[in-house]
Protein backbone atom coordinates (compact mmCIF):
# COMPACT_ATOMS: atom_id res chain seq x y z
CA UNK A 1 0.00 0.00 0.00
CA UNK A 2 2.41 2.32 0.60
CA UNK A 3 4.55 1.60 -2.10
CA UNK A 4 1.84 2.06 -4.17
CA UNK A 5 0.97 5.48 -2.36
CA UNK A 6 4.50 7.04 -2.99
CA UNK A 7 4.80 5.39 -6.89
CA UNK A 8 1.16 7.61 -7.44
CA UNK A 9 3.00 10.81 -5.95
CA UNK A 10 5.94 10.42 -8.32
CA UNK A 11 4.20 9.70 -11.67
CA UNK A 12 1.24 12.42 -11.01
CA UNK A 13 4.33 14.46 -10.05
CA UNK A 14 6.27 13.48 -13.20
CA UNK A 15 2.87 13.83 -15.52
CA UNK A 16 2.43 17.43 -13.94
CA UNK A 17 5.93 18.00 -15.06
CA UNK A 18 5.61 16.21 -18.45
CA UNK A 19 2.76 18.82 -19.17
CA UNK A 20 4.06 21.29 -18.72
CA UNK A 21 7.17 20.16 -21.25
CA UNK A 22 4.75 18.90 -23.95
CA UNK A 23 2.27 22.31 -23.51
CA UNK A 24 -0.60 19.78 -23.38
CA UNK A 25 -3.17 19.40 -20.49
CA UNK A 26 -3.39 17.18 -17.54
CA UNK A 27 -6.02 14.12 -17.19
CA UNK A 28 -5.91 12.40 -14.14
CA UNK A 29 -8.29 9.33 -14.39
CA UNK A 30 -9.43 8.42 -10.96
CA UNK A 31 -10.49 11.71 -8.21
CA UNK A 32 -8.14 11.92 -5.90
CA UNK A 33 -10.27 12.70 -3.04
CA UNK A 34 -12.09 9.39 -3.39
CA UNK A 35 -11.68 7.13 -0.34
CA UNK A 36 -9.83 3.92 0.07
CA UNK A 37 -9.53 1.26 2.53
CA UNK A 38 -6.77 3.78 3.92
CA UNK A 39 -8.34 7.25 3.55
CA UNK A 40 -6.44 8.88 6.07
CA UNK A 41 -3.01 8.58 4.59
CA UNK A 42 -4.64 10.49 1.54
CA UNK A 43 -6.34 12.91 3.80
CA UNK A 44 -3.19 13.45 5.49
CA UNK A 45 -0.39 12.98 2.91
CA UNK A 46 -2.02 13.64 -0.44
CA UNK A 47 0.00 11.49 -3.72
CA UNK A 48 -1.93 13.18 -6.58
CA UNK A 49 -4.09 16.35 -7.32
CA UNK A 50 -6.76 17.19 -9.95
CA UNK A 51 -5.87 17.55 -13.32
CA UNK A 52 -7.35 20.24 -15.98
CA UNK A 53 -9.37 17.61 -16.60
CA UNK A 54 -10.08 14.79 -13.59
CA UNK A 55 -12.78 12.05 -14.47
CA UNK A 56 -14.31 9.66 -12.23
CA UNK A 57 -18.00 7.85 -12.12
CA UNK A 58 -18.37 9.25 -8.61
CA UNK A 59 -15.97 12.45 -7.94
CA UNK A 60 -15.89 14.79 -6.19
CA UNK A 61 -17.26 18.22 -7.65
CA UNK A 62 -14.16 19.03 -9.40
CA UNK A 63 -14.27 15.94 -11.27
CA UNK A 64 -15.69 15.42 -14.80
CA UNK A 65 -18.51 12.80 -14.14
CA UNK A 66 -17.29 10.02 -16.38
CA UNK A 67 -17.54 6.48 -16.68
CA UNK A 68 -14.56 5.23 -17.88
CA UNK A 69 -16.42 2.69 -19.82
CA UNK A 70 -18.34 4.79 -21.72
CA UNK A 71 -16.96 4.87 -25.32
CA UNK A 72 -19.02 7.76 -26.73
CA UNK A 73 -17.91 10.00 -23.49
CA UNK A 74 -14.47 9.60 -24.72
CA UNK A 75 -15.38 11.26 -27.77
CA UNK A 76 -15.33 13.94 -26.05
CA UNK A 77 -11.44 15.00 -26.03
CA UNK A 78 -9.53 15.56 -28.88
CA UNK A 79 -6.35 13.23 -30.17
CA UNK A 80 -2.90 13.79 -28.41
CA UNK A 81 -4.05 16.57 -26.35
CA UNK A 82 -3.07 15.08 -22.96
CA UNK A 83 -0.87 14.08 -20.58
CA UNK A 84 -2.71 10.99 -18.53
CA UNK A 85 -1.88 9.88 -14.82
CA UNK A 86 -4.19 7.18 -14.16
CA UNK A 87 -4.64 6.14 -10.03
CA UNK A 88 -5.94 2.90 -10.56
CA UNK A 89 -9.30 3.37 -12.06
CA UNK A 90 -8.49 1.33 -14.84
CA UNK A 91 -9.12 -2.04 -12.56
CA UNK A 92 -13.27 -0.45 -13.24
CA UNK A 93 -13.01 -1.35 -16.67
CA UNK A 94 -15.28 -3.89 -18.77
CA UNK A 95 -13.04 -4.17 -21.38
CA UNK A 96 -9.59 -2.83 -20.57
CA UNK A 97 -8.63 -2.91 -24.44
CA UNK A 98 -11.33 -0.49 -25.23
CA UNK A 99 -10.64 2.33 -22.48
CA UNK A 100 -6.56 1.64 -22.87
CA UNK A 101 -7.09 2.58 -26.71
CA UNK A 102 -8.97 5.63 -26.44
CA UNK A 103 -6.55 6.39 -23.44
CA UNK A 104 -3.48 6.12 -26.34
CA UNK A 105 -5.55 7.93 -28.49
CA UNK A 106 -6.51 11.15 -26.38
CA UNK A 107 -2.58 10.86 -25.05
CA UNK A 108 -0.76 9.89 -28.02
CA UNK A 109 1.53 7.48 -25.43
CA UNK A 110 1.94 9.96 -22.82
CA UNK A 111 0.69 7.91 -20.30
CA UNK A 112 1.61 6.83 -16.63
CA UNK A 113 -0.59 4.42 -14.24
CA UNK A 114 0.27 3.52 -11.02
CA UNK A 115 -1.61 0.56 -11.54
CA UNK A 116 -3.99 -1.26 -8.98
CA UNK A 117 -3.80 -2.81 -5.18
CA UNK A 118 -1.56 -6.56 -5.98
CA UNK A 119 -0.64 -9.58 -3.89
CA UNK A 120 -2.28 -12.91 -2.79
CA UNK A 121 -4.78 -11.97 -0.63
CA UNK A 122 -6.18 -8.83 -2.82
CA UNK A 123 -6.31 -11.19 -5.78
CA UNK A 124 -7.89 -13.77 -3.94
CA UNK A 125 -10.11 -12.20 -1.72
CA UNK A 126 -10.17 -8.69 -0.06
CA UNK A 127 -10.91 -7.42 -3.58
CA UNK A 128 -14.23 -9.31 -3.07
CA UNK A 129 -14.65 -6.86 -0.02
CA UNK A 130 -14.04 -3.38 -1.53
CA UNK A 131 -16.19 -2.69 -4.75
CA UNK A 132 -18.12 -5.65 -6.85
CA UNK A 133 -17.54 -3.73 -10.00
CA UNK A 134 -14.28 -4.14 -9.92
CA UNK A 135 -12.87 -6.58 -13.30
CA UNK A 136 -8.86 -6.17 -13.41
CA UNK A 137 -5.85 -6.42 -11.38
CA UNK A 138 -3.54 -3.47 -13.03
CA UNK A 139 0.26 -3.19 -13.22
CA UNK A 140 1.78 -0.26 -13.01
CA UNK A 141 2.72 1.29 -16.36
CA UNK A 142 5.61 4.10 -17.45
CA UNK A 143 5.24 4.99 -20.96
CA UNK A 144 9.14 6.37 -20.90
CA UNK A 145 9.99 2.52 -20.04
CA UNK A 146 7.36 0.51 -20.45
CA UNK A 147 6.10 -0.81 -23.42
CA UNK A 148 3.28 -3.41 -22.51
CA UNK A 149 0.15 -2.45 -19.86
CA UNK A 150 -0.24 -5.46 -17.77
CA UNK A 151 -3.57 -6.48 -16.28
CA UNK A 152 -4.93 -9.61 -14.87
CA UNK A 153 -8.98 -10.26 -15.00
CA UNK A 154 -10.10 -10.84 -11.67
CA UNK A 155 -12.74 -13.42 -12.33
CA UNK A 156 -10.61 -16.40 -14.23
CA UNK A 157 -7.83 -14.74 -13.78
CA UNK A 158 -6.86 -14.31 -17.29
CA UNK A 159 -3.32 -12.53 -17.84
CA UNK A 160 -3.25 -9.42 -20.21
CA UNK A 161 -0.53 -7.91 -21.83
CA UNK A 162 -1.55 -4.76 -24.48
CA UNK A 163 1.26 -3.85 -26.70
CA UNK A 164 0.68 0.11 -25.62
CA UNK A 165 3.14 1.16 -28.32
CA UNK A 166 1.00 -0.45 -31.45
CA UNK A 167 -2.24 -0.60 -30.14
Known amino acids: MIKRHLLTKRFYRDAVQISKDKGKKLMVIGDPCGGTYFQFISDWFPN??????????????????????????????????FVVMETGTL??????????????????????SAGGTH????????????????????HPFDYRTDTNHRSKTLAGKEVLELDFKNI
Open 48 to 81: CGHGDVTVDLNGCEECTTMDINDMVAWTQFDDDS
Open 119 to 138: GFLWENFLYKTYDKNLNYLT
Open 91 to 112: SFSKDITKVITQIKRISGGDFL
